[in-house]
């Protein structure tokens, strides 16, 4: 790997980070039962792998966010023996700055409640940041430019969340109760909640936004990868999705779905047994009919391998 240096560019072989895919990934546990967590660049052009050393003091069960040219690594826990539980939940927040990777990670103002696996995004230039193992609130918000954490007000009835996903042109973030299936809104704009529909459908962890169109990933009883869900968010409406061309990979449940621009996505995950991480990559558009075409670019999963065993992998 490339050494630290304060040129981006150059650490990426020239390319920009926000040309890669920013990954949070979490070690094998190692000698002494304990895993790490590490912050990686995937270029899936070349299938190379560029590691970041994440700050010394970082603690595991932390989740990271891209906004602007900084990343931020947020909550997670801490081992405590004192405590009854053997941890305690953290509320710490560490930055990078990507156009100055020389000055490596600086600890930034913390968040108001100690939070575990919190859900984070990113929005017009603040974090908002939800739930949280362990946590006393339901979520806050932090002002980038005024260097603020506030409450986040909480929806009209209490929720079990899951991934949030930022719907950006609407000036909102859409949540998925997975109690019963309610699908709500925040509008951070003018801070409120709607409801959008009562029943939605099925919502895996991972889940993103293309041309107005809502896509999660379904998944049967037994675990085995079944379609894409599409919901046009105009209209309000389930799209049927079909595959012109499919794979013979089963994609594992803990995948995540990830948008890479004109019309593309990709649906990641760790292959334990072989220790790498592998996708596949397939396009989407709609039909005349007013559903939705997939199709896979290639059979099989490109694997990227790894320097180091790896257990997980969130994309970000």
């Known amino acids: 790997m490339s050494g630290d240096t304060s040129d981006s560019s150059s650490y ?3 390319r920009e980070p926000d040309e890669l895919i920013r990954a949070l990934v979490e070690n094998s546990p190692g000698t002494d039962g304990k895993t790490a967590l590490g912050l990686h660049f995937i270029d899936l052009k070349s299938n190379k792998v560029f590691i970041r050393a994440m700050p010394p003091d970082a603690p595991s069960g932390s989740t990271a966010v891209a906004c602007g040219n900084h990343i931020y690594v947020i909550g997670g826990i801490r081992e405590n023996d004192a405590s009854l539980r053997g941890y305690d939940e953290v509320n710490d927040v560490f930055q990078l700055d990507l156009k100055d990777l020389e000055r490596g990670w600086r600890k930034t103002t913390s968040m108001l409640f100690p939070r575990a696996f919190p859900l984070v995004l990113a929005a017009e230039g603040k974090i908002y940041v939800f739930e949280g193992m362990g946590s006393e609130s339901f979520g806050e918000v932090y002002d980038i430019s005024g ?32 109690a019963n299936d309610t699908l709500y809104a925040y509008y951070y704009d003018r801070k409120s909640w709607v409801c959008l529909e009562q029943k939605f459908c099925y919502w895996s962890d991972s889940a993103t936004i293309v041309d107005d169109v809502l896509y999660t990933v379904i998944y049967n009883y037994s675990g085995k990868f079944r379609s894409l869900e599409a ?23 803990n995948g995540t779905l990830y948008r890479l621009g004109n019309g593309k996505l990709i649906l990641g995950w760790v292959n334990l047994f072989h220790e790498r991480f592998e996708y596949i990559r397939f396009n989407i558009w709609c039909n005349e009919q007013g559903g939705i075409h997939a199709a896979a670019e290639h059979q099989f999963a490109i694997t990227v391998s790894y320097p180091e065993d790896i257990s997980s992998i969130w994309l970000f």
């Open 147 to 178: 260097d603020i954490w506030e409450p986040l007000l909480p929806p009209p009835e209490a929720i079990d969340l899951s991934v949030p996903v930022p719907d950006s042109s609407r000036s909102r973030i859409l949540v998925h109760c997975n």
């Open 231 to 253: 919901y046009n968010l105009l209209d309000k409406k389930h799209l049927p999705v079909k595959w012109s061309s499919e794979f013979s990979v089963n994609p594992p449940p």
């Open 12 to 14: 990426f072989d020239g």
